[in-house]
T-cell receptor
Framework: AQSVTQLGSHVSVSEGALVLLRCNYSSSVPPYLFWYVQYPNQGLQLLLKYTTGATLVKGINGFEAEFKKSETSFHLTKPSAHMSDAAEYFCAVSGARTSGTYKYIFGTGTRLKVLA | GAGVSQSPSNKVTEKGKDVELRCDPISGHTALYWYRQSLGQGLEFLIYFQGNSAPDKSGLPSDRFSAERTGGSVSTLTIQRTQQEDSAVYLC????????????????FGSGTRLTVV
């Protein structure tokens, strides 16, 4: 079984500051991990994903995330926040590799606010 | 089409009425998913279709909820005898499980149907 915990339902950062959104997962099989972003009144858009290979993955809009198996974490970072980054961010996990199912479990989301 | 299309975008219905929500996935995507997004609840898995396999219905909250996918393409989510707690945004996503390419294993979401039960 898989589960995802996103620490902090709301995060505020100043424009230009580091963005850090936390995600911890639980999985009984090697996980596939994802970050999605949802802008107001829009659907979810894939930011980045980890499936195999390099544990530091880069996504769109300057975001990146590092898979740390020892910490069961997949935190999302961006060196310098931009006003346009204000949105809701969802972490998701899937145990697709061996479980045969591609059902993804999503966290409850973190709403990022960027202050001018 | 180029993206996942959902209709209607908004639906207001009276308690006790039945509603049908439609999802038109990306052409060629073999997998289709329905999720429900309630305020502060994240995304709740409802049902998953993969090719010709039996759907994974493990997330449907009650027998008032059902879904079908005709011809491996369009899907309809039906909620019978709607209740106020059914009010939410219903999101559809599709994906391909090819082993290569930038979209492998990632979902493409539609913009959702906002259902309000009054």
């Amino acid at each position: 079984a898989q589960s995802v915990t996103q620490l902090g339902s709301h995060v505020s950062v100043s424009e230009g500051a580091l963005v850090l959104l936390r995600c911890n997962y639980s999985s009984s099989v090697p996980p596939y991990l994802f970050w999605y972003v949802q802008y107001p009144n829009q659907g979810l858009q894939l930011l980045l994903k980890y499936t195999t290979g390099a544990t530091l993955v880069k996504g769109i809009n300057g975001f990146e995330a590092e898979f740390k198996k020892s910490e069961t974490s997949f935190h999302l970072t961006k060196p310098s926040a931009h006003m346009s980054d204000a949105a809701e961010y969802f972490c998701a996990v899937s145990g697709a590799r061996t479980s045969g199912t591609y059902k993804y479990i999503f966290g409850t989301g973190t709403r990022l606010k960027v202050l001018a | 089409g180029a993206g996942v299309s959902q209709s209607p975008s908004n639906k207001v219905t009276e308690k006790g009425k039945d509603v049908e929500l439609r999802c038109d996935p990306i052409s060629g995507h073999t997998a289709l998913y329905w999720y429900r997004q309630s305020l502060g609840q994240g995304l709740e898995f409802l049902i998953y279709f993969q090719g010709n396999s039996a759907p994974d219905k493990s997330g449907l909250p009650s027998d008032r909820f059902s879904a079908e996918r005709t011809g491996g393409s369009v899907s309809t989510l039906t909620i019978q005898r709607t209740q106020q707690e059914d009010s939410a945004v219903y999101l559809c996503a599709s994906s391909t499980h090819l082993r290569t390419g930038p979209t492998n294993y990632g979902y493409t979401f539609g913009s959702g149907t906002r259902l309000t039960v009054v």
